[in-house]
T-cell receptor, first 114, second 111 residues
Framework: ETGVTQSPTHLIKTRGQQVTLRCSSQ?????VSWYQQALGQGPQFIFQ???????GRGNFPPRFSGLQFPNYSSELNVNALELDDSALYLC?????????????FGPGTRLLVL | KQEVTQIPAALSVPEGENLVLNCSFT??????LQWFRQDPGKGLTSLLL?????REQTSGRLNASLDKSSGRSTLYIAASQPGDSATYLC??????????FGKGTKLTVNP
């Protein structure tokens, strides 16, 4: 148990729809990162939030957006869903200490786009 | 751009065998190197984190080494057990604090 929770666990959407995934970080962790893991691949960095501000973004289009809230929860929003968005979405929380921290991952949300 | 490669992609061994998983990275300017375990359909569990100034870390039957100059890390698992069956991922963390992952090694330990 990492103390990081994600909801929902599974989700089915159709192309063109919008989806919101949620993550609750460990208490006191001021940094949350989101990753996309396609089947058979390693996780790919989407973006990171630090103290409610976006702090780094991977190679993902603007239809992937996020929010971080003061209560250590965060959201990943994806608009205009495409079939290739089908993946396991992972959030990870940490306390920024100059790159020496362990990131604690949640169990993930599996998204299927039909 | 950091790239992380893991070899082999899959490995099947009999119970009790010692084994080594390999990870290589292209940019040696890393803050740390982490090894994770992922069970099917599940999230990631952190196993070991090696800071850039360290050479190795140990936890129980696991030992991870780091050679920044050659861009390599290895995860050594001693006396493997069926419960060790999972996918093992390594990830390099650089200045942006994002993790760059390899594709993983799928380990099967046969009773």
């Amino acid at each position: 148990e990492t103390g990081v929770t994600q909801s929902p666990t599974h989700l089915i959407k159709t192309r063109g729809q919008q989806v919101t995934l949620r993550c609750s970080s460990q208490s006191g962790h001021n940094t949350v990162s989101w990753y996309q893991q396609a089947l058979g691949q390693g996780p790919q960095f989407i973006f990171q939030y630090y103290r409610e501000e976006e702090n780094g973004r991977g190679n993902f289009p603007p239809r992937f957006s996020g929010l971080q809230f003061p209560n250590y929860s965060s959201e990943l929003n994806v608009n205009a869903l495409e079939l290739d968005d089908s993946a396991l979405y992972l959030c990870a929380s940490s306390t920024r200490t100059g790159g020496l921290e362990t990131q604690y991952f949640g169990p993930g949300t599996r998204l299927l786009v039909l | 751009k950091q790239e992380v490669t893991q070899i082999p992609a899959a490995l099947s061994v009999p119970e009790g065998e010692n084994l080594v998983l390999n990870c290589s990275f292209t940019d040696s300017a890393i803050y740390n190197l982490q090894w994770f375990r992922q069970d099917p359909g599940k999230g990631l569990t952190s196993l070991l984190l090696i800071q850039s100034s360290q050479r190795e870390q140990t936890s129980g039957r696991l030992n991870a080494s780091l050679d920044k100059s050659s861009g390599r890390s290895t995860l050594y698992i001693a006396a493997s057990q069926p419960g060790d069956s999972a996918t093992y991922l390594c990830a390099a963390q650089g200045g942006s604090e994002k993790l760059v992952f390899g594709k993983g090694t799928k380990l099967t330990v046969n009773p």
